[in-house]
């Protein structure tokens, strides 16, 4: 009698914990697809600021071509973009134009001080902002997912749940690796 | 110091286990009080502890599931939508965006101290109100930082865990003062009992216990509030990544020596400065840990980025 019961207790204890690290690791997964959705919510929304931010830019700055140029084709290649990897590679690259772009606005005193450069700067930066927070939040459920799939004992559900470990969001940005550049 | 307590994990998980420990002191108190009485009036008395409890309960969690109506209306604030000021908003959606919370509501306090702070008994009726001096006084990089602090409160259901502190602080006091009333009116029918078999050290010790832990349970009440407070500033760390904001968001508030004009101590914990005048309250009774303890967590964080 006594026996059958702990049988009974540990066999329960046993699909509890089955459960738990099963449901964790869906979790996980779900949660990694979500934050990813975040961050294509976001660099849409960057990417229907930028033919306002352009058009302003040459209302006052028509000669700087080759910056318009740049921000207007990694736009196009960023909203056509599937897959994490592309989609990281054109955000780097619309990143980085953009703030080509608006380091050159620094040079147009008239430009900085319209008003509506001053709406879309606001707007753009605090894009700008979820981008890198949509980014981290991606990368930081990404870690927990991996690690959960790559460690035991949880990594034993993780065939059973058809879940396995994902890439992480790296953008190419070359202005993050280097040291600016001193120009004299 | 060690690496562990310097990243911002580190902190939090150091910050979780303190906060069990309080807790976990809380309730040895209570079994104290009770222990205490049974040794002074017999095995009888034991039966107001349930009394006791059921109105600290009922005082306290009546507070803790209306705290945002509750709180508007204590503090004065207006809760605003985006279109009065989509600044504000951008800051609090970049800030749910990192932590993967929904959008609180938010409000404006009109109060010449630059304050802030988070209530609601879930992330789901979450609610975190500004000072309109606040807004004027930090910049973008200083206010995420301070949005970052009160969403982490509800990230860590900072409000749940002031409710549990206040109901057990306030279960002590009320049985405390229930004992200490009835040993001055004669007490109850174990009397005879008591007389012939108890030790008369054990009689006054159990005195001692009983008019001291009012005053341990405020302790505890107020160290979990400051344990509470240090990791909503590691966690604020962890979703902005940014240190240095919340530092000169802190930095501003010591520059400041305006305090929120409502000064009421009911409330007092839920700013991110205590509204209390420093000088008045003494360190082990205050609900906040020193600014310049916090600050200069937050700039061993800014030196060792370690994450």
């Known amino acids: 009698m006594k026996s059958t019961l702990i049988i009974v207790a540990v066999i329960a204890l ?37 033919p306002n931010l352009v058009e302003t830019v040459k209302g006052y700055a028509s000669h700087e071509k080759t910056t318009l140029d740049a921000v207007i084709t990694a736009r196009a290649k960023a909203t056509s973009a599937t ?12 990143t980085t134009a953009l703030r080509g772009l ?4 620094e040079s147009y005193p008239d430009l900085k001080a319209s008003a509506n450069f001053l709406s879309l700067q606001e707007e753009l930066s605090t894009t700008e902002n979820k981008v890198a927070f949509a980014r981290q939040f991606y990368n ?28 992480f969001y790296e953008i190419e940005n070359a202005a993050d690796r280097n040291v600016p550049n001193v120009k004299f | 110091m060690t690496q562990s307590s310097l990243d911002f994990r580190g902190l939090q998980s150091s910050n979780r ?37 059921g109105f600290a309960l009922i005082s306290v969690w009546g507070s803790y ?7 508007i209306t ?8 985006r279109e009065d000021n989509p600044e504000l908003f951008n800051l609090v959606e970049e800030v749910c965006i990192a932590s993967g919370l929904k959008l609180p509501k938010v409000a404006i306090v009109q109060d010449n101290a630059p304050n802030a702070f988070a209530t609601g008994r879930n992330p789901d009726h979450a609610l975190i109100a500004f000072t309109t001096r606040i807004l004027e ?43 200490t009333r009835m040993m001055f009116f004669g007490g109850m029918g174990d009397r005879d009992n008591r007389e012939n078999n108890q030790n008369p050290i054990a009689i006054v010790v159990s005195l001692v216990v009983l008019i001291l832990a009012p005053i341990a349970a405020l302790l505890l009440k107020s160290a979990i509030s400051r344990k509470r407070e240090s990791l909503a500033d590691a966690t604020a760390v962890a979703f902005t990544r940014n240190p240095a904001g919340l530092r000169k968001a802190l930095e501003v508030l010591q520059a400041d020596s305006t305090v929120v004009r409502q000064k009421s101590n009911a409330v007092a914990h839920i700013w991110i400065e205590s509204p209390l005048d420093g000088k008045a309250v003494s360190k082990l009774f205050s609900t906040h840990p020193p600014l310049e303890e916090r600050i200069a967590i937050l700039r061993n964080m800014e030196s060792n980025p370690l994450n």
């Open chain 1, 14 to 50: 046993l699909a509890i914990w089955f459960i738990a690290s099963y449901n964790k690791l869906v979790r996980l997964n779900i949660s990694a697809d979500e934050s990813f959705a975040q961050i294509e919510v976001q660099l849409k929304r960057r990417a229907d600021l930028i």
């Open chain 1, 83 to 94: 897959g994490i990897a592309d989609v990281a590679a054109a955000d780097g690259q619309l």
């Open chain 1, 102 to 105: 608006l380091a050159v606005a």
């Open chain 1, 140 to 167: 930081d459920t990404i870690r927990s997912l991996n690690q959960a799939v790559k460690t035991f004992p949880s990594g034993l559900f993780a065939g059973i749940a058809k879940v396995s470990a994902r890439a």
């Open chain 2, 17 to 53: 286990l303190k906060t069990f420990g309080l807790l976990a002191g809380m309730g040895a108190l209570v079994w104290l009080v009770v222990f205490a009485a049974m040794t002074y009036m017999g095995k009888s008395s034991a039966m107001i502890v349930p009394v006791a409890v």
């Open chain 2, 65 to 71: 599931y209306f705290s945002d109506s509750l709180v």
């Open chain 2, 74 to 81: 204590m503090t004065g604030a207006k809760i605003i939508e």
């Open chain 2, 137 to 179: 006084v930090m910049d973008r990089d200083e206010l995420q930082g301070v949005i970052a602090h009160e969403m982490s409160h509800v990230a860590n259901r900072d409000t749940l865990v002031s409710a549990v502190a206040a109901t057990t602080a306030g279960a002590i006091a009320i049985l405390s003062d229930m004992l």
